[in-house]
């Protein structure tokens, strides 16, 4: 592996000491900085000049990134991109645009300088807003990276129980993070949904709302005109199996949640009506 490629897997910037480890002697890595591929951005730092700001951060303050800050090195689904670095540094002294978690006590990622999964998810769940941890916490349980019940068995007593809360939200499947966004404001706005359902002559569809109303939450590629056509033959197909559908995007799930629900109780108060019944 050349410098640049082993650069570039951890971030974009590595500790002289764990280069050398790695192969790459110092005369090189002087090379490299001479010849404007490398410069270094700290001492005892060698970064390419596209470094990711977070592991630099890392660096900087000798910690670890964690929470939304780490998200993106587990493939975790994130509602929004953190404003400030999020950082596991363990001395309290504060820093700018930085929030300093609490110390590591699992293993730290091996290629990053990223605290490990468990850490990363109970630092999120502490930290931010219920949906947001959730987006975290679901995509990680769901995939099987980590388990419900140890992340469970490390949020004990009451200074835990909004965090604990988050994992009573977790699915045991979701497909996207509009999903499990969607299955909590239906749940929380009083209605049954059951998720992933087969409906005769449908399919599977995202969520069945009392029974009666398929929500569909498309991402992009329902956008393409393939997946456009089959579609709307499922919602035809739908409709004459006695099930209405409405669909919802990215958009609608994420930033505009109550419209949402809104117009799903509207449509099941015409439905109670009759007004989608014959004259």
């Given at each position: 592996m050349?410098?640049?490629?082993?650069?570039t897997?951890g971030?974009g910037a590595a500790r002289r000491?764990?280069?050398l480890?790695a192969?790459?002697?110092?005369?090189?890595l002087?090379?490299?900085?001479?010849?404007?591929?490398?410069y270094?951005p700290?001492?005892g730092v060698?970064?390419?000049?596209?470094?990711d700001d977070g592991?630099?951060?890392?660096?900087?303050?000798n910690g670890?990134?964690?929470?939304v800050?780490a998200?993106?090195y587990?493939?975790?689904w994130?509602?929004?991109?953190?404003?400030e670095v999020?950082?596991?540094?363990?001395?309290?002294?504060?820093?700018?645009r930085v929030i300093d978690?609490?110390?590591?006590?699992?293993a730290?990622?091996?290629?990053?300088?990223?605290?490990?999964l468990?850490?990363?998810?109970?630092?999120?769940m502490r930290?931010l807003?219920e949906l947001?941890?959730?987006?975290?916490?679901q995509s990680?349980?769901?995939?099987?990276?980590?388990?419900t019940?140890?992340?469970?068995?490390?949020?004990?007593?009451?200074?835990n129980?909004?965090a604990r809360a988050?994992?009573?939200l977790?699915m045991?499947?979701?497909?996207s993070v509009?999903?499990?966004?969607a299955?909590t404001?239906f749940?929380?706005?009083g209605?049954?949904v059951?998720?992933h359902?087969?409906?005769?002559g449908?399919g599977?569809v995202?969520?069945?709302?009392?029974e009666?109303l398929?929500?569909?939450?498309?991402?992009s590629?329902?956008?393409?005109?393939r997946?456009?056509?089959?579609d709307?033959?499922r919602?035809?197909?739908?409709?004459?199996?006695?099930h209405?559908?409405?669909r919802?995007?990215?958009d609608?799930?994420?930033?505009?949640?109550?419209?949402?629900v809104?117009?799903?109780l509207a449509v099941?108060?015409l439905?109670?009506?009759g007004r989608?019944a014959?004259?």
């Amino acid at each position: 592996m050349d410098l640049q490629t082993f650069l570039t897997r951890g971030g974009g910037a590595a500790r002289r000491s764990d280069l050398l480890s790695a192969g790459f002697p110092r005369p090189m890595l002087e090379a490299a900085v001479d010849a404007g591929r490398l410069y270094r951005p700290l001492r005892g730092v060698y970064a390419l000049h596209n470094a990711d700001d977070g592991v630099l951060a890392a660096y900087r303050y000798n910690g670890r990134l964690t929470c939304v800050s780490a998200a993106r090195y587990y493939s975790l689904w994130a509602l929004h991109p953190p404003q400030e670095v999020h950082l596991s540094c363990g001395n309290g002294v504060p820093k700018p645009r930085v929030i300093d978690h609490a110390p590591c006590s699992h293993a730290r990622h091996p290629a990053y300088p990223v605290a490990g999964l468990a850490d990363v998810l109970l630092h999120a769940m502490r930290c931010l807003p219920e949906l947001e941890a959730l987006a975290l916490a679901q995509s990680a349980t769901g995939r099987g990276q980590i388990s419900t019940d140890f992340l469970r068995g490390k949020l004990v007593g009451n200074r835990n129980g909004r965090a604990r809360a988050v994992l009573d939200l977790l699915m045991p499947r979701a497909d996207s993070v509009l999903e499990i966004l969607a299955h909590t404001h239906f749940v929380r706005a009083g209605l049954k949904v059951r998720m992933h359902v087969q409906v005769p002559g449908v399919g599977e569809v995202d969520c069945l709302v009392e029974e009666c109303l398929v929500v569909e939450l498309d991402g992009s590629t329902h956008f393409e005109p393939r997946q456009v056509k089959k579609d709307q033959r499922r919602n035809n197909a739908g409709m004459l199996g006695g099930h209405l559908t409405l669909r919802y995007y990215y958009d609608d799930v994420v930033h505009h949640p109550e419209a949402m629900v809104e117009q799903v109780l509207a449509v099941l108060r015409l439905r109670a009506l009759g007004r989608f019944a014959p004259e």
